[in-house]
Each structure stands twice: as C-alpha cells, then as structure tokens.
C-alpha cells in the first residue's frame, strides 16, 4: 500500500520559515519523481516544486529564490523548504510522487500553511 505523509505545516507570520517532509512508503522512491502541489481556498491546485529521480528540480515562478526542493533517498523523504514566507502562500501543500512513463502518481493527504500578515 503506498502511503505519503506530510508534515511540518501549521501558523507562521509573514517572513518566516516552514519545513514541510513527506515520507512515503510502499513504491521505490528513489525511481520516483516527487513534487509539492498546493491548494487554496477557491483556486486550483498548483505544481510549486518538483524534483526529478536525477535530482533536477523546479519552481513555480511565485516561489523561485525562496523555497528550495530536496529529497533524501535513504530516508525516502522529500522535503519543501520555505523561506520568507508571504499571506499568499496560505494553502494545503500535498505531496505527489509518480513515474510519468509508466503513467501513475499518488498523493497525500496534505499538510496546513497559514501565513498570518
């Protein structure tokens, strides 16, 4: 059964940092190319990171120079960095694994950010 399990999210004021893990479990992560997805209130969810299995990453254009994206394959954890957070980056962050050739994904069941002004 493959599980990915957010955590690190919660109430933080404007400027400051957040470090979001995901764990997963149940694929071999280190074939997988990982992502963080957020979702706010009335508005799509949004790729805003992704990390290939070769370690390549990139950014929504909102986020560039302030989040950074990493992955550890001993511990088959991603990681989200936020730094200089912002009110807009309010939303649940979901964390997304998947192989595009093969022509799956999974996602978790999400994590909080509340960025107070």
């Known amino acids: 059964q493959v599980q990915l399990v957010e955590s690190g999210g919660g109430l933080v004021q404007a400027g400051g940092s957040l470090r979001l893990s995901c764990a997963a479990s149940g694929i071999i992560f280190m074939f997988n190319d990982m992502g963080w997805y957020r979702q706010a209130p009335g508005k799509q969810r949004e790729l805003v990171a992704g990390?290939?299995?070769?370690?390549?990453?990139n950014y929504a254009d909102s986020v560039k120079g302030r989040f950074t994206i990493s992955r550890d394959n001993g511990q088959n954890t991603v990681y989200l960095q936020m730094n200089s957070l912002k009110p807009e980056d309010t939303a649940v962050y979901y964390c997304?694994?998947?192989?595009?050739?093969?022509?799956?994904?999974?996602w978790g069941q999400g994590t909080q950010v509340t960025v107070s002004s």
């Open positions: 997304n694994a998947g192989i595009v050739a093969l022509g799956y994904d999974y």
């Open positions: 990390i290939t299995r070769g370690g390549v990453t």
